[in-house]
Nanobody
Framework: QVQLVESGGGLVQPGNSLRLSCSNS????????MGWFRQAPGKEREFVATISWNGGNTVYDDSVKGRFSVSRDNAKDMLYLQMSSLKPEDTAVYYC?????????????????WGQGTQVTVAA
């Protein structure tokens, strides 16, 4: 069974940084775009960032542009989300996902594998 496992979430004060990681158990996604999404309580899941299969193209939601950075290490089958200048409104469960295609995508319906999520809480 394919598994995507997120880690690195936690409680952090506003203005601080956090790095999320996502590993996959079967080394299946080296040729696939990957993405990060998040879901806050009472809200729908929303796009955060995406990266193409080779890391050559990244796209961010406007709410995180300039503060978050997505990267990947295909040799290690890892996906990362470096989050800086965190705000309380960044509080959510963060999910990594693997796309069906190679191109970076902001659309949830292009992703067919999802992790279980990791909680990020930004509070004083």
């Amino acid at each position: 069974q394919v598994q995507l496992v997120e880690s690195g979430g936690g409680l952090v004060q506003p203005g601080n940084s956090l790095r999320l990681s996502c590993s996959n158990s079967r080394r299946m996604f080296r040729n696939n775009a990957m993405g990060w999404f998040r879901q806050a309580p009472g809200k729908e899941r929303e796009f955060v960032a995406t990266i193409s299969w080779n890391g050559g193209n990244t796209v961010y939601d406007d709410s995180v542009k300039g503060r978050f950075s997505v990267s990947r290490d295909n040799a290690k089958d890892m996906l990362y989300l470096q989050m800086s200048s965190l705000k309380p409104e960044d509080t959510a469960v963060y999910y990594c996902a693997a796309s069906r295609g190679a191109a970076a995508s902001t659309q949830p319906n292009t992703y067919h594998y999802w992790g279980q999520g990791t909680q990020v809480t930004v509070a004083a």
